[in-house]
């Protein structure tokens, strides 16, 4: 989807360039003005040269507390004194929390119930009040909105309020100031505010520099939405992006996307866990599934961003460390830096010993060992052997493997199935 000059000059948005400037000016020393990083590492990978605009170091750990600051700076002194409620998957909530203590605001959260913890735990952290309920943000919202009308609260909108949206294009402003030589910038998108914000902001300067979007292919509700010319709803689904987890695009922010995004891609939940363990381990970044995006789309080339000066917004860095665990796992043996193989012995004295020698002598590292004479249900006389290994490679892993086959130490396909 190309963004023509017609459809960026087809009727007014709620957003406008004034909109953020005048945000950008009520948050100022509300907010962290976040790092744009060049990364010769990812430039040399890529064939791109990248910059990362590390929003995964704002207070909360998200570029949320932009929107949500510049939108309880607004509230009126009756709005403040009956307090505010919200729903969010964890970012947003955190980001409202955190604002809404710094101002002396009554604040709820209503979040989904498989919010991750370290969310969860840092809303309150913030003196936010918060409630699970349902499966997902649909679910929490619609429960947000009974206790708005139940308590008198004022809703905060995750991204469908024009003050949320000016709020998040700040992060353009100071993009456009941190690299004017920008050629594209890549970002997330969930409900679309991030986006919105941040195109309008770059393109009612340098209509040249493309914006791109990126969602989880899982819930890809905003490219849904411009191919019906219209929001849509989509099935619930789970993703490790939960932070761009949402089934249902807000209309304003479908409008300003229309106008202004260059093209919306979508990417994977292998091609996020890659590039969160690439961001982990490379970059020494820590970023959740929204925050990897931008990064899983380049890796997986599916944007015209090489040999261009790009900037990838990591736009949240609040992922659950056992996510990151099991992602750490799954890259390892991606890569050949783990195996696991079940190895047939003779149940006698000295067995495991000669068998864990050929794997020492090969230079394998022996991270578990599983030996059960019990769970064996072959030939009596034998057990099988689980083993969890460090490796250096997929060579390495096929040298083991000739060794132990020639040992006569035969695979237990069974067990790995």
């Not at 349902?134 to 947000?144: E, I, L, N, T, V």
């Not at 520099?209 to 929001?231: F, N, Q, T, W």
């Not at 989509?234 to 093209?263: F, K, N, P, Q, S």
């Not at 193989?341 to 003779?346: A, D, E, S, Y």
């Amino acid at each position: 989807m190309e963004a023509s000059a017609q459809a960026r000059d087809a009727g007014p948005l709620a957003v406008t360039f004034a909109d953020i400037e005048a945000a950008r000016a009520r948050i100022r020393d509300a907010v962290f003005l976040s790092p744009c990083a060049y990364t010769e590492t990812l430039s040399q990978r890529t064939g791109a040269k990248i910059w990362l605009k590390l929003e995964n170091l704002q207070m909360t750990g998200s570029f949320k507390e932009r929107g949500a600051a510049n939108k309880l700076i607004c509230l009126t002194p009756e709005e403040r004194k009956r307090g505010i409620i919200t729903a969010s998957a964890g970012n947003h909530a955190q980001g409202v929390g955190f604002h809404a203590q710094r101002l002396g605001i009554d604040a709820t959260v209503v979040m989904p119930e498989g919010t991750p913890l370290i969310k969860v735990a840092s809303t309150r952290a913030f003196g936010a009040k918060v409630v699970l309920h349902g499966a997902s943000y649909d679910d929490a919202s619609a429960h947000a909105h009974a206790i708005e009308l139940e308590e008198g609260r004022t809703y905060v909108h995750p991204f469908d309020d024009p003050y949320v949206i000016a709020g998040q294009g700040t992060i353009g402003l100071e993009l456009l100031e941190q690299n004017p030589y920008l050629e594209a910038i890549v970002v997330a998108i969930g409900g679309g505010g991030l986006a919105a914000g941040v195109a309008c902001a770059v393109k009612e300067v340098n209509p040249k520099i493309k914006i791109y979007g990126v969602e989880a292919k899982r819930l890809a509700s905003m490219r849904a939405a411009l191919d019906a010319h219209g929001p849509v709803t989509l099935e619930a689904a789970r993703t490790i992006a939960d932070g761009i987890a949402v089934r249902t695009v807000a209309d304003r922010t479908y409008r300003m996307v229309e106008r202004y995004v260059d093209d919306v891609v979508s990417v994977d939940e292998e091609e996020i866990a890659e590039a969160i363990l690439i961001l982990l381990e490379r970059e020494k970044t820590v970023a959740e599934g929204a925050g990897a995006a931008p990064l899983a789309a380049i890796l997986a080339s599916k944007l015209p961003v090489a040999g261009k000066k790009t900037c990838l917004v990591v736009c949240g860095g609040n992922i659950d460390v056992n996510v990151v665990s099991r992602i750490i796992e799954r890259g390892l043996v991606k890569s050949g830096r783990l195996m696991r193989t079940v190895r047939v012995i003779p149940d006698v004295t000295g067995s495991l010993a000669k068998l864990t020698a050929i794997i020492a002598g090969l230079k394998g590292n022996v991270l578990q060992i599983h030996h059960n004479r019990s769970s064996h249900k072959g030939v009596l006389g034998e057990v099988a052997v689980d083993l969890t290994l460090e490796t250096r490679g997929f060579e390495h892993i096929e040298e083991i493997d000739r060794a132990l086959d020639a040992a006569g130490y035969r695979q237990n396909d069974e067990v790995l199935t």
